[in-house]
Nanobody, 121 residues
Framework: QVQLVESGGGLVQPGGSLRLSCAAS????????MGWYRQAPGKQRELVAAITSGRNTGYADSVEGRFTISRDNFKNMLYLQMNSLKPEDTAVYYC???????????????WGQGTQVTVSS
């Protein structure tokens, strides 16, 4: 069974940085892509960034140039480096895994429990 566990969230001032990590276990060969989604209060969950097993990446327009997604296939780890954070980045961030088509659109089958990121002065 696939399990995803996020870490690295917290409170940061505007303009600051955070690095989220996701530890994956029980990965199956059907999983081709991983990604980060987020959900702010009162809003729908949205794709932030995604990466294929071949390390092709995609980003939401709102984070392009500020966030970087990466993965370590050997360690089964996924990362999200977040720089120049803004208050509107405040949300619960979820690690996601599944087929490329699903992760890059509505989300793959596997989700972590989420980690809170709060950007505030």
């Amino acid at each position: 069974q696939v399990q995803l566990v996020e870490s690295g969230g917290g409170l940061v001032q505007p303009g600051g940085s955070l690095r989220l990590s996701c530890a994956a276990s029980g990965i199956s060969l059907s999983i081709n892509a991983m990604g980060w989604y987020r959900q702010a209060p009162g809003k729908q969950r949205e794709l932030v960034a995604a990466i294929t097993s071949g390390r092709n990446t995609g980003y939401a327009d709102s984070v392009e140039g500020r966030f970087t997604i990466s993965r370590d296939n050997f360690k089964n780890m996924l990362y999200l480096q977040m720089n120049s954070l803004k208050p509107e980045d405040t949300a619960v961030y979820y690690c996601n895994a599944g087929t490329t088509r699903r992760v890059f659109t509505t989300g793959g089958n596997y989700w972590g429990q989420g980690t809170q990121v709060t950007v505030s002065s």
